[in-house]
């Protein structure tokens, strides 16, 4: 009897049992409360800093910029193991692990260092400027009657070349050439030259071509090209050369 007694107390206990069973399954588990941060960012004499970014990486990700009070806050974030990052102009980046608690407000403090000023590059040392070239003293007229040179100068029959300067000015210079023998490969880089035929005859060249030289004649060269002269006949062939753009002889 006392064993039957226990078989029906069991049977009636079991439905009761499993309705708490289910109940205490049906109980929803208590989460974590939320927490929340403020941040307080100085640099390292204590001086609040405004416009610092603030980045948060860990459970719940966040990013913001500290006011003008230096302060930034962060709400509904879950406790938990948080890398909070800090930059601004002018200071080095500075990152701090935090752990924060459920239930409470956190505060989180960083202090700044200033990058350090970058050396100053050394100046070249000074130096004096040469005194500026005189100026060219200006050029005095100059005449000739060339048919009276020739009357004291001429050159003789089988004399060499000869050259002789009329005048110059600071761009411009006038030369005499009696020629006997060939004038060869005149290049003026920085001069034009205008060639008048005095008297004699000779053949002027220009590259690969011949122009014939009488006396009045008038001949332009630009700068840059090269030419060559040379008598034909028994004369002397004399010319007088003007070179537009070259200074005076020193």
Not at 41 to 60: A, C, H, I
Not at 85 to 107: C, H, K, M, T, W
Not at 134 to 145: D, Q, R
Request: net charge neutral; with cysteine.
């Amino acid at each position: 009897m006392r064993v039957v007694s226990l078989l029906v107390c069991a049977l009636l206990l079991t439905p009761h049992l499993a309705s708490a069973s289910r109940s205490s399954e049906a109980l929803p588990q208590k989460q974590a409360a939320a927490t929340a941060v403020v941040v307080i960012v100085t640099d390292k004499s204590g001086n609040r800093l405004p416009g610092v970014q603030v980045t948060v990486t860990g459970p719940v990700p966040r990013e913001g910029v500290t006011s003008d009070e230096g302060q930034a806050r962060f709400t509904a974030l879950r406790p938990g193991s948080y890398k909070f990052r800090f930059e601004a102009d002018g200071f080095i980046p500075f990152e701090r692990d935090v752990v924060l608690r459920g239930g409470r407000v956190n505060e989180v403090r960083a202090g700044l260092a200033a990058k350090p000023a970058l050396p100053e590059k050394p100046q070249p040392e000074a130096r004096e400027s040469p005194p500026p070239s005189p100026p060219e003293p200006p050029a005095e007229p100059t005449s000739l009657v060339v048919e009276a040179f020739l009357e004291k100068n001429r050159i003789d029959g089988d004399g060499p070349n000869q050259e002789t300067e009329i005048g110059c000015t600071a761009g411009s210079k006038v030369v005499l050439h009696q020629l006997h023998d060939l004038l060869e490969n005149q290049l003026q880089k920085d001069a034009d030259a205008v060639v008048n035929v005095v008297e004699g005859e000779g053949v002027l060249r220009l590259g690969e071509a011949h122009h014939p030289l009488v006396p009045s004649m008038v001949v332009v060269i630009p700068r840059g090209i090269s030419y060559s002269m040379k008598r034909e006949g028994r004369r002397p062939l004399v010319v007088l050369v003007t070179l537009a753009g070259a200074p005076c002889s020193k």
